[in-house]
């Protein structure tokens, strides 16, 4: 009898009781609204605002409805506007090219290489040849590129750097915090990714007028001065009558819910990790599979877990997906012919208009993908891993027999 696995990939962990807690009393004396507050009272929006600018280190903080929100807010603050083009990598999940397009600019995508990361020559390339001045950059599935490197070729040429750290939220880059390199840094307080809300955002940056620009995009009124994670009301003057109210607040039930799970952050990281090195571990030197380098300089976040399978074709890697699936492992095929779940590429984003990027098609063919829900054990990833070995390497045998 071959083994099975029988968890689910998408089951999250209940929430703490502390966000159980603190979502009650909210209920309880009703005024949900960030901007509902009792006299004197630091609203529960206002708070979250203040206790993730002090754990990134940023100056300024503002949460809103969704990452993607975020997105879209960081581009407008900056001065994103239609038809302007964005740069941003071909290996990331719909909501940023979508977040360029509901402003109106044009992406401009950039190759990946087999570690997952932007390309940084091609980055170079795809400044020059558009003449863009802002990229947008997405940490996908938790893999960041080398920051400094990054950040030498943007600062000269005079691109500004606003960085989606959906899967990068309590990650660092040579001990940076990710988000912290760029000018904005974006996340997600979406049920997948790393606090959960159910739906939610958080934008940070240092500067005072960018951020001035968000908290008015993200539809504060003239009652800014109720953040307490914002510029003084001074740097809303000239901007008040000025930067449209384009509604996207967060509210405080959410705010409340996700507080006790920014101090629980740093644990869940070393849990996810634990997790992560399992998978790594039960798939070292298993033929036909690549893993992904992870570099030195990175403190990341294994909240999913990816490996690739260079120089398969597609019909085994269809065959090694219905195997695995029989078995109770979900694998995600970034290369599939059509778009899955959350598994689109480039390639699908019509709208966008995307050219061919041969360096991203050739990783992207033989790249697979699982989540790493904390409800999972670390003997449940060890049976995943040995599921996923024994397909991998009979089907490789075959292929190799076969030649
Ligand atoms: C989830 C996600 C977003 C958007 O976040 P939402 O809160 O779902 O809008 C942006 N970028 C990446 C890479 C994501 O995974």
Redesign the pocket.
Known sequence: MSERFTGNFTQQEPLPQASIDAALAVMQHGRLHRYNTAPGEQSETAALEVEFAALTGARYCLAVA????A?GCAMRAAGVGPGDKVLTNAF??A??PGAIASIGAVPVFVEVTPDLVIDLDHLAEQIAASGARVLLL?H?RGHICDMDALMAICDAAGVQVIE?C??TMGASWNGVPSGRHGLIGCY?T?T??HVNSG???LLITDDANLMARAVLLSGSYMLYDRHDAAPRPEAFEELRLEVPNISGRMDNLRAAILRPQLRDLDGQVARWNRLYRGMEDGLADCPGLRQVTRPGGERFVGSSYQFLLPDWDAERIGALVERCAARGVELKWFGAPVPRGYTSTYASWHYAAPPTLPRTDAVMAGLMDLRLPLSFSEDDVALIARIIRAEVSSLWQAAALSD
Do not use: F
Request: avoid cysteine; charged fraction near 15%.
């Open positions: 969704s990452g993607g929100y997105l990331t999940l909501p940023v997405s996908m989606d959906a899967h997600s979406q997948y990714k739906e939610g955002g």
